[in-house]
């Protein structure tokens, strides 16, 4: 039973070199991302590039680095964007590399975005007068160069007084209408699946969300997904079998880790389940830039890829609360994939929490640049809990 439990985990704080793509992950890129099998080589060698890019550009811009990202080209290539909010310097002009001059640094718009947490996190319940459903999410683009904050239709009323009572520099905000309202990817519905639970109610949900990453806290076997799947101390079944319990879980970014007994194999793979039946190996946890390619698996809607579009992205979900820390993607994902394992590569990136799913059980049919996917990214989770990725040698 334990084996079918393919997870993610990472090695805490440690960033590896990222190997050799495996082939069925470039056959998804190819498929998801509308790439050929050149294209996606030029990606990934832009994307091993990028860390190191930037860390230049940090240190040759100081106070006036403005954020880099990831950015395809009309003729389907790949290069990386530096942004500065001042003058930039011979010494970083480089091959392959744009620069680009933009209004306002990266540490400006950080500091909206505070203000924003600031001002929803400071809302006590039954005093306080509780966010606007309206408001969906916010959340820092550098390639927009602005604080964008994403709005249902109607409510940029409500949006306009969320920003103006934060204090929060309007200069740097950008509202967005989107066109469905936030969801958690999770579904009570009977069933075989990865794991399912008894809720408080009584009733036993067995299609209810799907293993992440495998991972270890000292001799404690577990594998990360989400906390919205669990309360505290809830028991998980697999196949049948009842293998664990949630042992430490955190909605305010929506990452939990669960407690697996002893016996059990967990496995530094991660299911591609529906698309090519095999598994992928996990080999670290380096993070993945901003428009890099990440892929994601979960059992409901299978193994999906797409780009990375924005990172530390605060989501107010209706009925949940408000995440933090979350990046956005535009991967489709289901009902039911909550938990699951997104990588980039054999590098783990994160597990599923929520997304716009139109009214529907996935939003695999909306058109990529509408999509919206987010997961919480696994290096915090991992140092949250004090946990070490379970990694293939």
């Given at each position: 039973m334990a084996t079918a439990l393919a997870c993610i985990g990472?090695?805490?704080?440690?960033?590896?070199?990222?190997?050799?793509?495996?082939p069925l992950i470039?056959?998804?890129?190819?498929r998801d991302l509308g790439l050929t099998a050149q294209?996606?080589?030029?990606?990934r060698s832009v994307e091993q590039a990028a860390a190191g890019e930037e860390a230049l550009a940090r240190s040759a811009l100081g106070k006036n680095f403005a954020g880099t990202w990831i950015e395809r080209q009309s003729d389907g290539s790949y290069r990386q964007v530096v942004a500065a909010s001042g003058s930039v310097g011979p010494s970083l002009r480089r091959a392959g590399v744009e620069l680009r001059k933009v209004r306002h640094s990266l540490?400006?718009?950080e500091r909206s975005k505070e203000s924003l947490d600031r001002n929803a996190s400071s809302r006590i319940p039954g005093i306080s007068k509780p966010l606007a459903e309206g408001i969906q999410s916010w959340h820092v683009d550098p390639q927009s160069n602005t604080v964008v904050v994403a709005l249902a239709p109607g409510a940029t009323e409500a949006g306009i007084d969320f920003v103006a009572a934060s204090g929060a520099d309007i200069?740097?905000?950008?509202?967005?209408?989107?066109?469905?309202r936030e969801e958690l990817l999770v579904q009570n519905v009977a069933g075989g699946n990865p794991y399912g639970y008894t809720a408080a109610d009584g009733n036993f949900y067995a299609r209810a969300c799907s293993v992440g990453f495998s991972v270890t806290?000292?001799?404690?076997?577990?594998?990360?997904?989400a906390a919205h799947c669990g309360a505290p101390n809830r028991y998980v079944n697999h196949g049948g079998e009842w293998i664990g319990h949630f042992s430490r879980l955190d909605n305010a970014f929506d990452s939990a880790w669960v407690a697996v007994f002893p016996g059990h194999n967990m496995m530094p793979y991660v299911n591609d389940y529906f698309a090519f039946g095999a598994l992928i190996p996990i080999r670290g946890s380096a993070e993945t830039p901003l428009g890099g390619a990440v892929c994601r698996s979960g059992y409901k809607t299978g193994y999906r890829c797409g780009h990375i579009r924005a990172k530390n992205v605060t989501v107010f979900i209706p009925g949940f609360g408000t995440t933090r820390g979350m990046t956005e993607s535009d991967a489709c994902a289901g009902k039911g994939d909550s938990g699951g394992a997104?990588?980039?590569g054999d590098q783990a990136q994160g597990v599923t929490s929520s997304g716009q799913m139109n009214g529907q059980d996935n939003n695999c049919g909306v058109p990529a640049n509408q999509r919206v996917t987010r997961f919480a990214p696994i290096n915090p989770l991992l140092q949250r809990y004090g946990l070490t990725l379970t990694v293939t040698q």
């Open positions: 990472f090695v805490s704080g440690t960033a590896l070199a990222a190997g050799p793509l495996h470039g056959k998804a890129m190819q294209q996606v080589t030029a990606l540490a400006a718009l200069d740097t905000v950008r509202f967005k209408t989107a066109e469905s806290q000292g001799p404690h076997i577990g594998f990360a997904t997104w990588f980039s």
